[in-house]
């Protein structure tokens, strides 16, 4: 009941013309990126961060966040339409999405995809509402022997969903924990890998690398593929609502793809992906007539929507309570809070409740306006899918080099996002997933310095790891996750989650 | 059209030329002809941390006082380096001028990992504007020790963790020095930030919560925290029944000051011109009222004194030198 007072207030925070309009201007911006194949929830916040540098805090979360679920509405646009999928949590869509457009029910694909991704948001803050205050509390409870041992459950996830592209995944990963290693040493204040530039005594910029790899290479694969492409029409869409004997399979879908999309969103290490694939492939079993699937099934758009959306919003509480980013779209969100001097953590509720309750006050504000724009709107946004690459991305260039150097005013940032770009050009060239590259960067930083404090605590002793109830499950569960993970790519099954994130 | 192009190209030069001239002469006819153009304030921190929100604060007086805007620019990075490297490369004419905060100043040149040539003599030192002492505290349900005497017992026989916020900073010092000093066994670990360590000490991963006044104000507020001592000479108006370690168990002086340099070889006729602003804007009574109400305390302090007391915070790092793996 206390939540519910505070909440009152976060609307408060929430409803001041200037945050709705920044909420407006996320989420729009957020279908924008979400709509637009290439650039992704990711790159489009990492975007935006460095242009909300002279907003308070809590408008700058409300902005960055918007285009984070705000994506994750517009990426249906694409896949159901022109069979793309604007961001990759809408893969699955396309697979009964687009034969639904091309049966002239585009209207009813989008439509409960609409309506699905509104209530797996909404059902997925309540309950951050409810769970998010006891996990803060309990979040008192987590140590550094605790944090370590979680980031391990996340890194073996990671590893353990990377499925067929487990090498590749790896040598991404053990990338950005060597991007992680860069700087002074947590323990003894020696300055590693720094070659002697002052800029990398602190580390690589969070945001450079960032921008960089998810948007600027983004920029350079669609710039050599898609350039001159003409740009399709998109059809008409009609009919937004489903028939009626669609509504219950539809419903009972959208329920089960919250329950993923929640469940998942609370575990680091996983992707937004993960949880439409998921979702996907129950419905397929659970569903009477498994052989519609492909064809058009409206449980196959309805499921994977909702379970991405739940999962934008269940991401949020280990980042509220634990300041552990659950997805790369999430670690980038942690990097904005950290900007504006916030801590994400246990003390965050107790000490920035204005703070918190405003953000998720404005992401029910956010869900509706989106609803909105969904519904009625959708035609505008198809039309979005022309505008000609040659306008949008030299323009999107800009703001991203602009957005380098105002981070610390300093050109050794946009000459290090300039670097990534190129990096990461190259490794989507070969297949190299980007997103264990800035997972492994953000969650190596806590887990090594966790591991450090802990051994600081422990007088250099691993046994206690194992004797603090709390850690020792954990470890238990990463060495389980491993195990199984073994065991299916043994053989030769597993979620085939390489997809980029 | 060529040959017109390069007439006024010329004939700019030469004004320009003529220009330059001009203000040349100007500065060397009248010396405290200063300021007469804008003053670039370089915060080597952040914008929004406690140091640009300090710059931030003072600016405006210090226009006030000099007559010409003063412009705050962030140059994060290296610990403060990025800034303090900028800043010494500047032209000494006085326009260029920077905060430089300790520890991090002192021991960014000690560490002997960084490289650095620079030493306090580098800089010329304009006035000290703030003072955030370091204070001791425990969870406010803390049954072991209620006193800093028996927090101090304690730890000569057990072995307690300390929060700092880093290698080399404050709190780390501060532990390092007890336990040089009077034989305790305090274990530092390192944290990013104080909310994080806060969270440490009141889920009761770690024993002794070590940070600057203004740090600790909000969860002694919020009765999560008990100061039982603060590391300064005298005690500090923010908490005026906490007693120094200096009155207690023994002398630990511990804090961390910010204040204003120049580079190297700055005119003394603009140095003095420049210390009077500070003065004036620092102790200006709306001002320090405003950084209170943050939790810092303004502690002015003229260009020698403030030298003074960083050359006895270098020493006490210096002693400590041995302990940090410095060598």
Known sequence: MESLGYLLQGFETAGTWANLLLCLIGVTFGMCVG?????????????LLPLTFGLPPVSAVIMLSGIYYGAMY????????INTPGESASLMTCMDGYPMARQGRAGSALGIAAIGSFIGGILALLVLILVGPIVAKQALKFGPPEYFALVVVGLSLLIGLMGKSLLRGLIAALFGFALALIGMDPLTGTIRFAFGMEELEDGFEFVSIAMGLFGLSEIFIT????LNAQAQKPPKIQNMLPRREEWGPSIKAILRGSGIGMILGLVPGTNSVIPTILSYTIEKKVAKDPSRFGKGAIEGVAGPETANNAYAGAALIPLFTLGIPSSPSIAILLGAFIMHGLTPGPTLLQKNPEFVWGVIASMFIGNLILLIMNLPLANVWARITMVPFKILLPNVLIIMILGAYSINNSMFDVGAMLAFGILGYFMKKVAFPLGPVLLAFVLGKIMETSLLKSLTIF??????????????????????????????AYKEKGIDADTEI | MKKMLCVIMVLILAVGLVGCGKGAKTQEGAKVDFPTKPITLIVSFAAGGGTDLG???????LEKELGVPVVVENKPGGGGWIGYSELLKAKPDGYTIGYVNTPGLITGYLNPSAKRQQNLDSFTYVANHVLDPGVIAVRADEKRFTTIQELIEYAKKQELTTTTNGVGTGPHMAALDINQKMGTKFKPVHFNGTGEYLAAVLGGHIDV??????????PVRDGQLKVLAVTTKERVPQYPNVPTMNETVGE?????????????GIDPKVLEKLQTAFEKAMKNPEHVQKMEKMGLTVHYLKGDDYKNLLKAEEKVIQNLKPLLGWN
């Open chain 1, 35 to 47: 709509v637009l194949p290439g650039l992704g929830p990711t790159a489009g916040t990492a975007l």
């Open chain 2, 209 to 218: 919560f070590i940070a600057r006044v203004g740090e600790s104000l909000e």
């Open chain 1, 459 to 488: 007088s250099g002793s691993f046994i206690p790891f194992f004797q603090r109830p709390i850690s020792a499950t954990l470890l238990v569960v990463a060495f389980a996750i491993i195990s199984i993970s073994l065991y299916f």
């Open chain 1, 223 to 226: 710039a050599e593929e898609n």
């Open chain 1, 74 to 81: 517009g990426g249906t646009i694409t896949s159901v339409l």
């Open chain 2, 252 to 264: 630990v002086l511990n804090y961390s000051s910010r204040g204003i340099a120049a580079p190297k």
């Open chain 2, 55 to 61: 710059a931030r604060l003072l600016a405006p007086y």
